[in-house]
Nanobody, 123 residues
Framework: VQLQASGGGLVQAGGSLRLSCAAS????????VGWFRRPPGKGREFVAA????????DYADSVKDRFTISRDNAKNTVYLQKNSLKPEDTAVYFC?????????????????WGQGTLVTVSS
């Protein structure tokens, strides 16, 4: 599975962005997909994840009620809708995929990673 994250950019605080994670491979619909981010000068952290059929989603407390993860398996794409953006949401955002439907927040479980897309939120 190869992943391509896109949709990053510069946005003002309070604004919205939608990130996309497009995947190659016919079995993508069987994979859990997670979004992680790396803020400037910090380590990578969990943001959100969704299981293969969208039946289970999970969010970091810092983004809950502002971000929504969804997927369209017919298009081999997972989305991260980000609303009410804050300057602390500034980071490089990565999508990742794994076959296991467990431990959605565990970074090391994900076998496949996209290249990252930069989101900058100005105050």
């Amino acid at each position: 599975v190869q992943l391509q994250a896109s949709g990053g950019g510069l946005v003002q605080a309070g604004g919205s962005l939608r990130l996309s994670c497009a995947a190659s491979g016919r079995t993508f619909s069987t994979y859990t997909v997670g979004w992680f981010r790396r803020p400037p000068g910090k380590g990578r952290e969990f943001v959100a994840a969704i299981t293969w059929n969208g039946g289970v989603t999970d969010y970091a407390d810092s983004v809950k009620d502002r971000f929504t993860i969804s997927r369209d398996n017919a298009k081999n794409t997972v989305y991260l809708q980000k609303n009410s953006l804050k300057p602390e949401d500034t980071a490089v955002y990565f999508c990742a995929a794994d076959r296991s439907q467990l431990y959605l927040r565990l970074e090391r479980k994900y076998d496949y990673w996209g290249q990252g897309t930069l989101v900058t939120v100005s105050s």
